[in-house]
């Protein structure tokens, strides 16, 4: 038996949402909404958790910075660390990492001419422990091991929509390859639409969102032809991290069906997305 | 230097080469806050700390006036620039309204986004705006 992906999940992991849990805020009439929407997500995963996340997802000047940047990182270690990120680490579980398949994935990676960069020892920022905390509310250890994939969604030159999407396919047939009884969530993280910096800060557009969401089940293909400019225009600077669903999106099969979708704004200056997806 | 397509988006900083280099030194100012003892070590002296970085003086002055619209337009990325409003423990908000044109106090921010954020309608392109 070789491993199997049984879901691909979106969603943003927008800081303030784990800040909102860690500080016990959530039954605000600020986040009440939110995490009512949340209800029927955790639900589906309480019901479906696989043996390993994939989670693809960003650094944000945590890891990386302008010293040094990759493109697209799998982290093969055996735990990592929440990190540090300029207001002490969030008090959430070590993330237990799952180094054979995260290994595999390079390896398989790498002979598909996708040059991954190896990470030994990464610390992991809220870009990947939120969804955890989205997905698993607040557990004394998560429930799944996780593979991080990191993707540069921050530092220009980024690798294209197109571009992750085809390596959202490699990871699809890496794991279908993958020689043991295993099942695989594949998570793609950030968006949706905002912009944090500059004189247009908190522009949202619903719109755009929306038809990303319904071709990201139909019609993928026209996700992956927008530009880096399509985003930030559209969808402001930081909405680019949408690039990400792409990665998610392309591990799953030709045909998907939606289990769950939201879409709640706005999360500090962000319109807030999730959607579960199952291979039809 | 190379005409960017995303340059006729208004009120925008994109980390790209010309960002990176204008910025580079801020940046990595910003970024040694993820350090505690940075932190402290910033909390006790800005100014003689910051002079550990070769950031410009006027880089320094927006840094010190917490001035976050000049530190991007000195080259600052903003999640670097996160860091020093979680240093001052202020909700990020504060930051974006103050670098929002016109300026936006916290809860004028924070009803703009509660209405549905900034409208995309007129904010696309510069020549949009008036």
Same mark, same amino acid.
């Given at each position: 038996?070789?491993?199997?992906?049984?879901?691909?999940?979106?969603?943003?992991?927008?800081?303030?949402?784990?800040?909102a849990?860690?500080?016990?805020?959530?039954?605000?009439?600020?986040?009440?909404?939110?995490?009512?929407?949340?209800?029927? &997500?955790?639900?589906?995963?309480?019901a $479906?958790v696989?043996?390993?996340n994939?989670?693809v997802?960003?650094?944000h000047?945590?890891y990386?910075?302008?010293? *040094?940047? *990759?493109?697209?990182?799998?982290?093969?270690?055996?735990?990592?660390?929440?990190? !540090?990120?300029?207001?002490?680490p969030?008090?959430?579980?070590?993330?237990? #990492?799952?180094?054979?398949?995260?290994?595999?994935?390079?390896?398989?990676?790498?002979?598909?001419?996708?040059?991954?960069?190896?990470?030994? *020892?990464?610390?992991?920022?809220?870009?990947?422990?939120?969804?955890? *905390?989205?997905?698993?509310?607040?557990? !004394?250890?998560?429930?799944?091991?996780?593979?991080p994939?990191?993707? $540069?969604?921050i530092?220009?030159? &980024?690798?294209?929509?197109? %571009?992750?999407?085809? &390596? #959202?396919?490699?990871?699809?047939?890496?794991?279908?390859?993958?020689?043991?009884?295993?099942?695989? #969530?594949?998570w793609?993280t950030g968006? &949706?639409?905002?912009?944090?910096?500059?004189? %247009?800060?908190?522009?949202?557009n619903?719109e755009?969102?929306?038809?990303?969401?319904?071709?990201?089940?139909?019609n993928?293909?026209?996700?992956?032809?927008?530009s880096?400019? !399509?985003?930030?225009?559209?969808?402001?600077?930081?909405?680019?991290?949408?690039?990400?669903? $792409?990665?998610?999106r392309?591990?799953?099969? !030709? $045909?998907?069906?939606?289990?769950?979708?939201?879409?709640h704004?706005?999360?500090?200056?962000?319109?807030?997305?999730?959607?579960?997806?199952?291979?039809? | 230097?190379?005409?960017r397509?995303?340059?006729?988006?208004?009120?925008?900083?994109?980390?790209?080469?010309?960002?990176?280099?204008?910025?580079?030194?801020?940046?990595? @100012?910003?970024?040694?806050?993820?350090?505690?003892?940075?932190?402290?070590? @910033?909390?006790?002296?800005?100014? /003689?700390?910051?002079?550990k970085?070769?950031?410009?003086?006027?880089?320094?002055?927006?840094?010190?006036? =917490?001035?976050y619209?000049?530190?991007l337009?000195?080259?600052?990325?903003?999640?670097?620039?996160?860091?020093l409003?979680?240093h001052? /423990?202020?909700?990020?908000?504060?930051?974006?309204? /103050?670098?929002?044109?016109?300026?936006?106090? @916290?809860?004028e921010?924070?009803?703009?986004?509660?209405?549905?954020? =900034?409208p995309?309608?007129?904010?696309?392109?510069?020549?949009?705006?008036?």
């Open positions: 038996m070789m491993a199997r992906i049984i879901a691909g999940m979106g969603t943003s992991h927008v800081p303030g949402v784990g800040a849990m860690d500080n016990g805020k959530t039954y605000e009439e600020y986040w009440q909404p939110l995490f009512e929407g949340f209800a029927p &997500l955790r639900k589906w995963h309480k $479906n696989p043996d390993v994939i989670i997802y960003n650094d000047a945590t990386y910075s302008l010293d *040094s940047y *990759s493109t697209f990182t799998v982290g093969v270690s055996e735990e990592f660390q929440p990190a !540090d990120e300029g207001w002490g969030r008090q959430v579980p070590m993330v237990k #990492g799952h180094p054979e398949l995260a290994w595999h994935l390079v390896e398989q990676l790498m002979g598909e001419e996708f040059d991954m960069a190896v990470a030994g *020892s990464l610390d992991v920022d809220h870009g990947l422990t939120v969804p955890l *905390s989205i997905a698993y509310d607040q557990p !004394d250890e998560w429930p799944t091991a996780v593979v994939v990191c993707v $540069n969604v530092q220009h030159p &980024l690798p294209s929509a197109a %571009r992750c999407y085809k &390596l #959202g396919q490699a990871i699809g047939r890496a794991v279908a390859s993958f020689p043991e009884d295993i099942t695989v #969530g594949i793609g968006g &949706l639409s905002h912009q944090l910096g500059g004189e %247009r800060a908190g522009v949202i619903a755009f969102d929306t038809r990303f969401l319904d071709n990201l089940i139909a993928p293909e026209a996700n992956a032809q927008l880096h400019t !399509d985003f930030i225009r559209e969808a402001g600077c930081e909405g680019v991290e949408m690039i990400m669903w $792409n990665v998610m392309g591990a799953l099969n !030709d $045909n998907v069906h939606e289990v769950y979708r939201f879409y704004i706005p999360v500090s200056a962000t319109a807030y997305g999730a959607i579960i997806l199952e291979n039809s | 230097m190379t005409a397509d995303y340059d006729d988006v208004p009120g925008t900083y994109v980390l790209d080469s010309r960002q990176y280099r204008r910025g580079y030194a801020l940046n990595m @100012f910003l970024m040694s806050l993820n350090k505690p003892e940075c932190r402290e070590e @910033f909390a006790r002296d800005e100014k /003689k700390y910051l002079s970085y070769k950031v410009t003086n006027e880089q320094a002055d927006a840094v010190l006036n =917490r001035e619209l000049k530190m337009q000195l080259g600052a990325n903003v999640y670097y620039t996160f860091k409003v979680s001052d /423990k202020q909700p990020p908000q504060v930051m974006y309204g /103050k670098m929002s044109s016109p300026q936006l106090s @916290f809860d921010f924070q009803e703009m986004m509660l209405s549905g954020g =900034r995309i309608d007129g904010n696309r392109s510069k020549t949009e705006i008036k």
